[in-house]
């Protein structure tokens, strides 16, 4: 059995945390905690983009401020696949555990809207050990995934 399926109790925020499922963040509170992350940030229209065609998005927010300090999207073709990217969490001291909790509410979204579906993740290193703890492997059977950003064009001067 999976690991997080076998956690008697699943992972909770710490206090002065908020999970948000209803709203999307906006293009620059995403790119703001990338940028925290050393993750690339992207443009206003393609955040856009991803929201858009996003299954749904789970966001960390500090109570208090409501900085964003945490966000994971899924994708999915709704038969075989699904993705969770974007994975991410503000460095500092509550970092994994807010990961914990983004890793395992996805994954039990994910399990209920979707059984049976491959599942892939886009993360930074910083997510590998909360990943592993809900049993995922780093390159199983020595499977590479590769990805290539596509970049417009240059236009001719």
Same mark, same amino acid.
């Given at each position: 059995?999976?690991?997080? @399926?076998?956690?008697?109790?699943?992972?909770?925020?710490?206090?002065?945390?908020?999970?948000?499922?209803?709203?999307?963040?906006?293009?620059?509170?995403?790119?703001?905690?990338?940028?925290?992350?050393?993750?690339?940030?992207?443009? *206003?229209?393609?955040?856009?983009?991803?929201?858009?065609?996003?299954?749904?998005?789970?966001?960390?927010?500090?109570?208090?401020?409501?900085?964003?300090?945490?966000? &994971?999207?899924?994708?999915?073709?709704?038969?075989?696949?699904?993705?969770?990217?974007?994975?991410?969490?503000?460095?500092? /001291?509550? *970092?994994? *555990?807010? @990961?914990? &909790?983004?890793?395992?509410?996805? @994954?039990? #979204?994910?399990?209920?809207?979707?059984?049976?579906?491959?599942?892939?993740?886009?993360? /930074?290193? #910083?997510?590998?050990?909360? @990943?592993?703890?809900?049993?995922?492997?780093?390159? /199983?059977?020595?499977?590479?995934? #590769?990805?290539?950003?596509?970049?417009?064009?240059?236009? /001719?001067?």
């Amino acid at each position: 059995m999976l690991p997080f @399926l076998q956690q008697s109790v699943p992972p909770k925020l710490p206090n002065g945390y908020r999970l948000e499922t209803s709203s999307a963040p906006t293009p620059e509170s995403l790119n703001k905690l990338l940028a925290f992350c050393q993750e690339t940030t992207h443009s *206003q229209d393609d955040w856009q983009r991803a929201l858009d065609n996003s299954l749904w998005q789970l966001s960390v927010l500090e109570e208090s401020s409501g900085e964003l300090v945490g966000f &994971v999207r899924a994708t999915s073709d709704l038969a075989l696949n699904a993705n969770l990217w974007n994975l991410c969490s503000k460095p500092g /001291p509550d *970092q994994e *555990q807010i @990961l914990s &909790v983004l890793v395992h509410r996805s @994954l039990n #979204m994910l399990r209920r809207d979707l059984p049976g579906c491959s599942l892939s993740v886009s993360a /930074p290193k #910083m997510a590998v050990a909360a @990943l592993e703890t809900h049993g995922f492997v780093i390159d /199983p059977s020595g499977i590479r995934a #590769m990805g290539l950003p596509l970049k417009p064009a240059r236009k /001719p001067e």
